[in-house]
């Protein structure tokens, strides 16, 4: 599921992942 997103978000991929790790 995370994999066709990134392709999906390209970049925004980048943010969400920081989002995760900083909660």
């Not at 997103?5 to 925004?12: E, I, Q, S, V, Y």
């Amino acid at each position: 599921m995370q994999r066709q997103r990134c392709k999906r978000t390209g970049n925004n991929v980048r943010q969400e992942a920081e989002h995760q790790t900083g909660s």
